[in-house]
């Protein structure tokens, strides 16, 4: 039989308690409930995953943030959004402004364009992928009847 999985003692026995039962949602109460669950059983991690019906990788996943960071390490924290991003979001605003203006003067850009203008306006070389993906978010499209490679038109 597997040994149950030890908590580290970062708040009293009574604060403990108090911890568990001031969860704000549900997610946050489970996760709570495991951390308990593990040090007043001592139940081992995939008896808490059985009983909470959550993943034993779940429960692993609290108990090692609890003991590392003590009550706050159950926080979620994301990945984030844009890790990626070499522009912010006013600045592809405004260079795609300009490419617009560009576009409806009969001067249309490829994306190679588009990436050289990406490229000098940051200072570094950025992905044709880059590009695309930036173009994809602001939803331009290739027009009908143009080669693939070269027009593209604000929707």
Sequence with gaps: MRRPTSIRPWLSPRKFKEWVRT???REEYQKRLAIWMTQS???PAHRVASLLVVSKQAVWLWVGQYNCMGPDGLQRRGRGGRRNAVLTLTQE???LEKLQK???QGDTPTARQVQQEVSKLTGRGVSISY???MLERIGWRNLKGT???SI???Q
Aim: glycine share 10%; hydrophobic share 30%; net charge positive.
């Design 152 to 154: 593209y038109d604000l």
């Design 93 to 95: 605003g405004e260079l």
């Design 102 to 104: 560009r576009a409806n």
């Design 131 to 133: 590009v695309y993906r």
């Design 147 to 149: 080669p693939k490679s």
């Design 41 to 43: 059983g001592p139940f």
């Design 23 to 25: 969860a704000r949602s």
